[in-house]
Antibody, heavy 122, light 107 residues
Framework: EGQVVESGGGLVQPGGSLRLSCAASGFTFKEYAMYWVRQAPGKGLEWVSGISWNSAVLEYADSVRGRFTVSRDNAKNSLYLQLNSLRPEDTAFYYC????????????????WGQGTLVTVS | EIVMTQSPATLSVSPGQRATLSCRASQFVRSNLAWYQQKPGQTPRLLIYSTSTRATGIPARFSGSGSGTEFTLTISDLQSEDFAIYYCQQYNAWPLTFGGGTKVDIK
């Protein structure tokens, strides 16, 4: 089923920016929609963004729309999330997750999860 | 936005007993409902998709049922490794949404 590994988290001041990356292996990355899901420490899960296999469909939660940008590089088997205008409430573990279906536009469930990368806004 | 409501928030169950977790959607989601398990300090793990299909490697003691707006995750013969938080998630419409979770702990 493959593996995804996130990186890029860290401590940033309010109003700052970060770029998260997700490296995929063990599956044909270019064929699958991908997602970002976050979880504030001790809280529940929140879907953040999704991108279709060909980047034609980009979706965002209202809480991040206009501040976060999802993208992918299929040649590098990588998913990205650009986080701008960060707020303290964006503090969370950010997980990269894989859609189950090939050539999906997204709007699926999360078949495979990474270990997450922690973003702290303070 | 489709709001997912899970109940109860906490469920205390003895090992070997059955746990029944509920998930309600504020709008019709057909069978586009998944369940995840998360243990402390671990990543969420897919248990069930399409309401009732177990993911690869998930034991048969986990079963899902329901349709439309009312869904249930049943864990029969609870094992020690099943004590965790369980989340439901709808994927019938954007934005994708999760329930608040049900914590299953040891009675």
């Amino acid at each position: 089923e493959g593996q995804v590994v996130e990186s890029g988290g860290g401590l940033v001041q309010p109003g700052g920016s970060l770029r998260l990356s997700c490296a995929a292996s063990g599956f044909t990355f270019k064929e699958y929609a991908m997602y970002w899901v976050r979880q504030a420490p001790g809280k529940g899960l929140e879907w953040v963004s999704g991108i279709s296999w060909n980047s034609a469909v980009l979706e965002y939660a209202d809480s991040v729309r206009g501040r976060f940008t999802v993208s992918r590089d299929n040649a590098k088997n990588s998913l990205y999330l650009q986080l701008n205008s960060l707020r303290p409430e964006d503090t969370a573990f950010y997980y990269c997750a894989k859609d189950p279906w090939q050539y999906s536009t997204g709007r699926g469930y999360f078949q495979q999860w990474g270990q997450g990368t922690l973003v702290t806004v303070s | 936005e489709i709001v997912m409501t899970q109940s109860p928030a906490t469920l205390s169950v003895s090992p070997g007993q059955r746990a029944t977790l509920s998930c309600r959607a504020s709008q019709f989601v057909r069978s586009n409902l998944a369940w995840y398990q998360q243990k402390p300090g671990q990543t969420p793990r897919l248990l069930i998709y399409s309401t009732s299909t177990r993911a690869t490697g998930i034991p048969a003691r986990f079963s899902g049922s329901g349709s439309g707006t009312e869904f249930t995750l049943t864990i029969s013969d609870l094992q020690s490794e099943d004590f965790a938080i369980y989340y439901c998630q709808q994927y019938n419409a954007w934005p994708l949404t999760f329930g608040g979770g049900t914590k299953v702990d040891i009675k």
